[in-house]
T-cell receptor, first 113, second 115 residues
Framework: ETGVTQTPRHLVMGMTNKKSLKCEQH?????MYWYKQSAKKPLELMFV???????ENNSVPSRFSPECPNSSHLFLHLHTLQPEDSALYLC????????????FGPGTRLTVL | QKEVEQDPGPLSVPEGAIVSLNCTYS??????FMWYRQYSRKGPELLMY????GNKEDGRFTAQVDKSSKYISLFIRDSQPSDSATYLC???????????????FGQGTILTVHP
């Protein structure tokens, strides 16, 4: 295991639902990331937090709302999603922003009906 | 044009074969080049990284970077069924500001090594 856990592993939601994805890292890292992985597309960086401060929002629609209450936990709040938002959502962490090695969790497989 | 191009495959080889995985890129500012491996139902994990041009070897794996051609490769010698995974190239610049540390990934190549 990489030391990064994500829950739930699978999520099915309707377009009007509100749900949250959770990520926790046990590595003492200070940077945390959310990525979206869709079939036949590169990993897309969504958000970056460094020392609990959001340092990047990669033009992500407002229906995705991140929260980083401390350096070990990261949430992605979801509301009024679209079917095209169905994807694997990966959380990652690194000692600091800028490290080449990011440690990824197993991801949450999200299906929006 | 995508910043990083990677042939998605799938690539299927017999056990023991030499595997060559490649990426091309367009941004000449990329300085750090990485290969991540992603097994099914897992997140990516860093396999190797190289700074600037040159070769780096780690066991059965060799990473090569040719900055003049904007081309990177990962070679796997004596491939094993346990090497079956998706291989993602990634790269980043030395730039500061909001892009600092941002990794740009290829779409990944699916590799299957059959016994």
């Amino acid at each position: 295991e990489t030391g990064v856990t994500q829950t739930p592993r699978h999520l099915v939601m309707g377009m009007t639902n509100k749900k949250s994805l959770k990520c926790e890292q046990h590595l003492g890292h200070n940077a945390m990331y959310w990525y979206k992985q869709s079939a036949k597309k590169p990993l897309e960086l969504m958000f970056v937090y460094n020392f609990k401060e959001q340092t990047e929002n990669n033009s992500v629609p407002s229906r995705f709302s991140p929260e980083c209450p401390n350096s070990s936990h990261l949430f992605l709040h979801l509301h009024t999603l679209q079917p095209e938002d169905s994807a694997l959502y990966l959380c990652a962490s690194s000692p600091e922003r800028g490290n080449n090695e990011q440690f990824f969790g197993p991801g949450t497989r999200l299906t929006v009906l | 044009q995508k910043e990083v191009e990677q042939d998605p495959g799938p690539l299927s080889v017999p056990e023991g074969a030499i595997v060559s995985l490649n990426c091309t890129y367009s941004n000449s500012a990329f300085q750090y080049f990485m290969w991540y491996r992603q097994y099914s139902r897992k997140g990516p994990e860093l396999l190797m990284y190289t700074y600037s041009s040159g070769n780096k070897e780690d066991g059965r794996f060799t990473a090569q970077v040719d900055k003049s051609s904007k081309y990177i490769s990962l070679f796997i010698r004596d491939s094993q069924p346990s090497d079956s995974a998706t291989y993602l190239c990634a790269m980043r610049t030395n730039a500061g500001g909001t892009s600092y540390g941002k990794l740009t990934f290829g779409q990944g190549t699916i590799l299957t090594v059959h016994p």
